[in-house]
């Protein structure tokens, strides 16, 4: 009897001790949920703790008993993500990414000269794998190159599958009397293309004009095409002004057109003058006249200063212009001095 009062009284005194202690609402916990979950629980109640979709847990308990205390357990229970394969490394190109992890998103991007053959990014799925397959970085290709009309290949190296990689290049030349307009040269491209084709165009020239005291050789031909060329020459004392030889050039007219220039008579009967740096008698260095374009320089006289200064004069198609300042001697004043004697200035 006495040992049923005790067993009544403890259960009673249990009772008292634990009314009130209810365990409160758990912790939260990153990427887990908690059943049940509820603002209280009487002691003895469970919940259970899972992670969530994609994320696994870790070092810890799941499961938790709500005890008489009223005070949840320590939880050291980590839902961390599931990590999918390395997927740093794209040949030939590169990855973007900040982790592995679920839900991670990574990105693929190629190298210039070569393409992105599949997704250009992944997604780590729940289940810890790639949602896609990774790309590879496939090299840029270029068809074989059309060739323009009236041209030919001059330099081209195919690869063996009959196409070009990126950055490879073709050289045209035109056919004889064509002319290249555009560039010669054309790059397989990034984007698989070509550059712009260049064109060949034929090209003629009219005949060349005799010039004036001279004369212009050329092919005897029917017409004159692109880089035919045509001879200049004068007679006896005339000189040819540009080049003598010249030629047909892309736009059908001469590259030059050349004249034929008169000699300068000399008035000046005595002088000396500086002739390419020298000093030289002017009637005996240019017996036969002064060529056109020729250039030399007169002495003349500072009579202040009894010093002497030079001045240029140029034979321009028969005429030079001698200098005021030069004075000529007659060859019987011999006790006047020269200006070509005298100290410079
Ligand atoms: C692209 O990749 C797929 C599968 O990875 C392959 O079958 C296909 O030949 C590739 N295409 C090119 C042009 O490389
Ligand atoms: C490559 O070129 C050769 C000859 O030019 C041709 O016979 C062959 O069919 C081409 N191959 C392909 C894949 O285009
Ligand atoms: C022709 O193209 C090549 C590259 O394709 C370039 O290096 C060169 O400068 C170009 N020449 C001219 C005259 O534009
Ligand atoms: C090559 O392809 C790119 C992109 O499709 C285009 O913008 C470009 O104009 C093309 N180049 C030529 C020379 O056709
Ligand atoms: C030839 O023609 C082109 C284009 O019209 C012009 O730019 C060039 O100056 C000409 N050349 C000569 C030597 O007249």
């Not at 009487?42 to 005890?67: K, N």
């Not at 003629?204 to 001279?214: A, E, H, L, S, V």
């Not at 500086?274 to 005996?284: A, C, N, P, S």
Request: proline fraction near 8%; hydrophobic fraction near 30%.
């Amino acid at each position: 009897m006495i040992s049923l009062g005790l067993f009544l009284f403890s259960i009673f005194l249990c009772q008292v001790a634990t009314a009130g202690r209810t365990c409160p609402k758990p912790d939260v916990l990153p990427f887990a949920t908690v059943v049940p979950l509820k603002t209280s629980y009487d002691p003895g109640e469970q919940i259970v703790y899972s992670c969530h979709a994609g994320y696994v847990s870790r070092g810890g308990m799941r499961r938790f008993t709500c005890p008489l205390t009223g005070l949840w357990p320590i939880n050291t229970l980590r839902c961390t993500p599931r990590v999918c394969p390395f997927a740093g490394i794209l040949e030939n190109g590169a990855v973007r990414y900040t982790t592995f992890e679920y839900p991670n998103t990574i990105s693929f991007a190629c190298n210039t000269g070569f393409y992105l053959n599949g997704s250009s990014s992944a997604r780590c799925t729940e289940e810890g794998k790639w949602n896609v397959d990774p790309p590879v970085c496939a090299p840029v290709t270029c068809p074989l190159p059309s060739i323009p009309k009236f041209a030919t290949l001059s330099d081209y190296k195919p690869l063996a599958k009959n196409h070009s990689l990126y950055g490879n290049k073709a050289v045209f030349e035109c056919l004889p009397h064509y002319a290249m307009f555009g560039n010669d040269t054309i790059t397989c491209t990034a984007h698989g293309n070509w550059t712009t084709l260049p064109e060949c165009r034929e090209v003629k020239c009219p005949f060349p004009t005799r010039p004036d005291n001279g004369f212009v050789k050329y092919p005897a031909k029917q017409t004159l095409y692109y880089k035919d060329k045509a001879i200049y020459d004068c007679h006896d004392t005339f000189v040819l002004d540009g080049p003598q030889e010249v030629e047909c050039s892309k736009f059908g007219n001469w590259s030059a057109q050349p004249s034929c220039k008169a000699s300068c008579k000399l008035s000046v009967k005595k002088a000396t003058v500086l002739y390419q740096g020298e000093r030289v008698k002017l009637q005996e260095k240019f017996k036969d006249g002064m060529p056109h374009g020729e250039k030399v320089s007169f002495f003349c006289k500072n009579k202040e200063q009894k010093c002497s200064y030079t001045k240029d004069a140029q034979c321009i198609d028969g005429t030079i212009e001698i200098p005021k300042c030069f004075k000529e001697h007659s060859s019987l004043a011999f006790w006047k001095t020269d200006a070509s004697d005298v100290k410079p200035c």
